[in-house]
């Protein structure tokens, strides 16, 4: 995505990317037509004539349409590694605090786990924006998890399931004075 806005007898944007599509080198493909630019493979920054913007659109479009396919479209999620819930541990959870602040370049590790069961589950937040349930690993192991989405809809959707499997990261939840160890599930994906 590429948004400009007029300034001083130009045009200036920026844009951000997804990963299939090098921001930097397809504005590279159409530098006659820019003033100045600059960026990297996910985010880059312009400025050129006004004249220029529909040239600039239908070149960027053009080579574009060369390059990607529909599968670069689809979303995708990256995972750290499948852990076990057996692995989660308040030492564990430090460990991974001590890696922090998490941000771009450093994102939050991110853990995945297959074929849980929901024992139960139940709407939270005054939003109807959270879900807290159990959930139980094939070979017993119960988890706390927390997801954020839109609760109603989850639940309903859950209650029609027989397995789910998540992107997570594990966390501790502190209420009353008591710590529990949990996970917030950042993906996931209902099996019926």
Known sequence: ????????GCAKGSGRSIEAYHMFHALVEVK???LKFGGHPMAAGFSLE?????????????????KLTPDDFIPRVWIDVAMPFEYISEELICDLERLE?????????????????????????????????TVVTEQGRPMEAMVFTEADKFVEEAKNSRSMDVIYYPDINEYNGNRTLQIVVRAYKLHA
């Open 101 to 133: 602040p998490f941000g771009q370049g450093n994102e939050k590790p991110q853990f995945a786990q297959k074929n849980l069961r929901i024992r139960s589950l139940r709407a939270l937040g005054r939003n109807n924006n959270a879900v807290r349930m």
């Open 50 to 66: 006004e004249a220029d913007v529909g040239e600039f659109r239908r070149r960027l479009n053009e080579n574009a349409a060369d």
């Open 32 to 34: 006659d037509l820019l």
């Open 1 to 8: 995505v590429f948004v400009l806005t007029r300034a001083e």
